[in-house]
């Protein structure tokens, strides 16, 4: 494997979901739909499809070298527990902290969202799960440990990679959160590669985000 394919692979996967997320919003602006919309996540699928032809065909790697493997027994009940912890324990604090600091909250980024049909978000929830958690958490890590030769230097810049594409769509506030449940999810990725089970921790805690509990929005 040669390094120069595997940097390009990782400035798509680091840097292709926030300037999709740029591009969208530039593009459409404030009429957004779910018609104008959903052409920008079958982007971020296609984006996934890349990088996963590049493990494959480029780097001549099999999708384990990423994470993805046959699920085990304990990869649902791993999910879950990683999805309380990141939805239900570090979010609430870390938005707690961001008020009390006068930082912004979800509302910017929530706002267009919840004018969306319920089954749409659902939509939006699974594509962020199954497809950043692959590119930051399955490729990011492993090609990055593998570059700098630390799993710590690569896990580092992955997370703080992944913050910063928060940005854009959410405001510093989320990304920060963003931030924080990226380390969680990075050491849990590191300790037990199990990246379904990372998957479905994220598909679940943006689902109650953005359908079932929305911030602010009771």
Known sequence: MTALPTIAALL??????????????KVLGESQSVVT?????????ALLGVILVIVVFVERKPVSSIGLA???????????????VVTFVLAPLVTAAMGRFGLPGYERGLRPLL????WYRVLLAVTAGAVE????????????AWLTGSYWRGGLIA???FGLAHIPGWGIGPALVALLAGVVQTLFYVWKRDLLANIIAHAIGDIVGLVLLPPGSS
């Open 37 to 45: 919309l959903l052409p920008f996540d079958l982007l971020m699928w």
């Open 115 to 118: 004018a969306l049909p319920a």
């Open 159 to 161: 997370v703080v990679a």
């Open 133 to 144: 958690e692959p590119l930051y958490r399955g490729y990011a890590v492993e090609r990055l």
């Open 70 to 84: 046959t699920p085990r027994w304990s990869t649902l009940a791993w999910g879950l527990l990683l999805a309380l």
């Open 12 to 25: 798509l996967a680091l840097g292709g979901p926030p300037l999709l997320t740029i591009v969208s919003a």
